[in-house]
C-alpha cells in the first residue's frame, strides 16, 4: 500500500486536511480543559468567599465570613450556658430552683395541715 495517491494536489490536499483535523482536535481539547479549569477556579472562588465573608454593596447586603459567624455562635452560646448554671440567682436555672423549693416547701405544709 503506497502512502500517496500519486495526484501531488490530492495529496497536498489530504496533508492539510489532516494538519486541520489534528489540530481543530486539539483545540477543542485545550477549550476542554480551559472550561474544567475556570469551573474549578470559580468554585474555589466560591468557597474562599464563604470563608471570608463578603463586604455589602449598593443593593447587596454583605455576608459574614465563618470565623465572624463563629463568633456570634459562640457569645450566643455563652448567653445559653449563662442560663443553664445557677450564678447570680437570675438565670433560668436560679427561677426553677426557687420554683422547685417553693412547691417543696407547699407540698410539705399541704402534708402537715391534712
Given at each position: 500500500?503506497?502512502?500517496?495517491?500519486?495526484?501531488?494536489?490530492?495529496?497536498?490536499?489530504?496533508?492539510w486536511?489532516?494538519?486541520?483535523?489534528?489540530?481543530?482536535?486539539?483545540?477543542?481539547?485545550?477549550?476542554?480543559?480551559?472550561?474544567?479549569?475556570?469551573?474549578?477556579?470559580?468554585?474555589?472562588?466560591?468557597?474562599v468567599?464563604?470563608?471570608?465573608?463578603?463586604?455589602?454593596?449598593?443593593?447587596?447586603?454583605?455576608?459574614?465570613?465563618?470565623?465572624?459567624?463563629?463568633?456570634?455562635?459562640?457569645?450566643?452560646?455563652?448567653?445559653?450556658?449563662?442560663?443553664?448554671?445557677?450564678n447570680?440567682?437570675?438565670?433560668?436555672?436560679?427561677?426553677?430552683?426557687?420554683?422547685?423549693?417553693?412547691?417543696?416547701?407547699?407540698?410539705?405544709?399541704?402534708?402537715?395541715?391534712?
Amino acid at each position: 500500500m503506497s502512502d500517496s495517491t500519486g495526484v501531488l494536489v490530492v495529496d497536498t490536499v489530504v496533508v492539510w486536511a489532516a494538519a486541520t483535523a489534528a489540530i481543530t482536535a486539539g483545540l477543542a481539547l485545550l477549550w476542554a480543559m480551559v472550561r474544567g479549569i475556570r469551573r474549578i477556579v470559580a468554585r474555589v472562588d466560591e468557597i474562599v468567599d464563604d470563608w471570608q465573608g463578603i463586604p455589602g454593596r449598593p443593593g447587596v447586603e454583605g455576608r459574614p465570613g465563618v470565623m465572624e459567624r463563629l463568633s456570634g455562635i459562640e457569645q450566643r452560646l455563652s448567653g445559653v450556658e449563662h442560663e443553664l448554671h445557677p450564678n447570680s440567682g437570675h438565670s433560668l436555672r436560679d427561677a426553677i430552683d426557687r420554683v422547685d423549693r417553693r412547691t417543696g416547701q407547699l407540698a410539705d405544709d399541704q402534708e402537715q395541715t391534712e
